[in-house]
């Protein structure tokens, strides 16, 4: 504590006559002089009451002390280790307060049994051998070494890290960082580092509850960045925050999946590995993942299943610019799919994933099956849109299939929500399973997307001569803009049961054709037979040039109009006499099916 001390050996007499070694400390200032007794002369291994002194180790920064082993097991207030220090075995250190000031390795392994303070950059090297801290660590204020906020933690384990305190909850570290080799478990429910190496974790890391009331694992890092370079697994909801970037570069959950994922802040995400989350796990957060209020640049493009949450299985907080959601199985969550508040979404896509059966729970199972299930009072949606300029979809491969939800594929809400492009999805079947009230596949509300109204299908007919079905399509009110037309086909099972089918419940299954229309039109979309077949139900939604998708048009069914092929009989340069005319199904550009034609004559045309 700044004075001048001295440690001294000596031979003193123990009870019963015998020899023993015992350590003198002494030096200006100290309340008093102490001897501690040593079993082992070659180490430090100090037990028995002290009544509320401090006992310090110390060696100049320059050498290293070696002990073997290190035990400090004493009725001490306080344990202080300064210099650099060897041990030859393992690391026992038992004291209310254990201080840090610059590193301990061993041979074997590290126990810290009290709460530990950095008083400076600190590196805990064990080894092949575990590390444990089984209570808080803080950093101290300005170091005694390093002129620093607080210090910066590595350690360097080949088996297990255990944190069962939290970590930096009073006064954060400078950073915190696990070595490859080993594996970490954070059971102390918070990490906080506020320099500028913020945390970084290249083993396995596995998240549990504290207690069983507290599910919930805070991550925070006012300055560096939050990096998770293998694996992270747990039944527990975690909290992220840092001025850095978030990255997941093992897979999140692929053991345990994690009970809730918020990002409150972070100057970008990186996901490119599935996240599993399971919203049945206890003290689960009400979202799977939440993305914070201006968290831009979120890549979440690896997958992974978010289910059985209470409310939905990923929430856009407020705006978030240049962000994907990509590859996801979003089921069976109580309340939505995916949630999007207000705030602007420009350049953020929600592409290429799976959103089926939410809002639906109960004895019926999930996917729109109905009977036994109970639906959610107040959600329902595969996906609802309270923002502007989200994209959903996109081109060839960006799709979202939307099926099963209690109520609409998706729903753009409010009039504020403006310029939200749906293209591409394949949407079918969405709303309760009673035909009365079956869903939309896309719905418009209050003005949403300027509310402008679904195109409309004029009509539908197969030219078999052609090998295509003319589509005309027309748009109310285009008033001189610019359109783009997807034109879906859909199945009659797709009709929610309503016999004979209603036009008005089709949605959009199947993306079979693309058109600009400049005003009103109409439109001519020229599909090949072997795209759609007759009977099969159409629909259209219009997208307005950087502006907003329209809900789906009423359905009309393909009418395919009978091609003739002429039958006659003669030979090869004679007279021929016209025999009948049949009616035919192409089968492909060179090759036609005529029913009822006898194998006999098939070679005479």
């Known amino acids: 504590e700044g004075d001048q001390a ?16 015992a350590y003198e400390v002494a ?9 501690f007794t040593a079993a082992e002369v070659n180490g430090i291994a100090v037990s028995g009451a002290t009544g509320g002194q401090s006992f310090v180790i110390a060696a100049a920064a320059e050498n290293r ?77 300005t170091g005694r070494f390093q002129n620093a906020p ?14 069962g305190g939290p970590v930096g909850a009073a006064l954060g570290l400078a950073g ?31 998240c549990v509850a504290n207690t069983t009331a507290a599910s919930q694992v805070m991550l925070q890092a006012g300055v560096g960045s939050i990096s998770f370079e293998n694996t992270l697994d747990g039944a527990v909801s ?45 003290g689960a957060a009400s979202d799977g993942i939440t993305i914070g209020t201006q968290v831009n640049a979120v890549t979440l493009v690896g997958g992974g299943t978010i289910t059985k949450f209470a409310n939905a299985g990923i929430v856009f907080a407020g705006t978030s610019l240049n962000s994907t959601v990509r590859g996801f199985d979003i089921h069976a969550n109580r309340g939505f799919g995916i949630f999007v508040n207000p705030g602007d979404y420009s350049g953020t896509a929600i592409a290429g994933n799976v959103i089926r059966g939410n809002g639906l729970f109960g004895t019926g199972g999930f996917g729109g099956t109905g009977e036994g299930n109970s639906f959610s009072r107040d959600g329902g949606d595969g996906i609802r849109m309270l923002g502007t300029r989200l994209l959903v979809g996109g081109e060839a491969g960006d799709g979202n299939l939307i099926n099963g939800n209690a109520r609409s594929g998706i729903t753009v809400s409010t009039a504020a929500a403006l310029g939200n492009r749906i293209l591409g999805n394949s949407i079918f079947l969405n709303g309760p399973a009673s035909p009365a009230a079956a869903g939309d596949g896309i719905r418009l509300e209050n003005g949403a997307n300027t509310g402008h109204a679904a195109p409309t299908i004029e009509s539908a007919g197969g030219d078999q001569r052609a090998g295509v079905v003319r589509v005309v399509v027309s748009i109310p009110a285009a008033d001189g803009r610019t359109f ?49 077949s007759a009977g099969e139900w159409l629909t259209a939604t219009a997208t307005e040039q950087d502006g907003g998708t329209s809900a789906f048009s ?3 069914q393909v009418q395919m109009q009978p091609a003739a092929a002429v039958f006659a009989v003669g030979t090869a340069g004679s007279s021929v006499t016209w025999e009948r005319e049949f009616v035919y199904a192409a089968v492909n550009a060179t090759t036609i099916r005529i029913p009822g034609l006898p194998a006999a004559q098939a070679g005479f045309f």
């Open 484 to 532: 783009r037309v997807q034109l879906f086909a859909n199945e009659l099972v797709d009709a929610a049961g309503t016999d004979p089918a209603d036009p008005a419940v089709f949605e959009g299954r199947r993306l079979i054709g693309n058109a600009t229309v400049v005003g009103s039109g109409p439109a001519i979309l020229e599909i090949p037979l072997q795209d759609v």
């Open 238 to 282: 975690i909290t992220a925050s840092t001025a850095g970037v978030l990255s997941f570069l093992g897979a999140v959950g692929s053991k345990t999946p994690l009970a809730g994922l918020s990002i409150t802040s972070a100057a970008s995400v990186i996901a490119e590995v599935p996240i599993s989350l399971d919203g049945d796990a206890p």
């Open 554 to 556: 009423p359905a009309v």
């Open 176 to 206: 915190l960082r696990t070595d490859p080799g080993g594996s970490t478990v954070i059971a102390g429910g918070v990490v906080v580092t506020n320099g500028p190496n913020g945390q970084s974790f290249a083993d396995p890391v596995t």
């Open 27 to 35: 030096g200006t200032g100290l309340t008093a002089s102490r001897f």
């Open 65 to 141: 002390a070696i002990l073997d082993p290190l035990r400090v097991d004493i009725d001490v207030e306080k344990t202080s280790i300064y210099g650099a220090i060897d041990a030859a075995g393992i690391v026992l250190v038992k004291s209310p307060e254990i201080v840090l000031g610059h590193g301990v390795r061993s041979t074997g392994e590290q126990v810290y049994e009290g709460q530990v303070l950095l008083d400076g950059d600190v590196v805990i090297d064990a080894g092949a051998a575990p590390v444990r801290f089984t209570a808080p660590i803080n950093g101290i204020g």
């Open 6 to 21: 001295t440690l001294t050996a000596h031979d003193v007499e123990a009870p019963g006559g015998s020899l023993q070694r």
């Open 150 to 163: 607080s210090g910066h933690l590595e350690v360097r384990s080949g088996a297990e890290t255990f944190f």
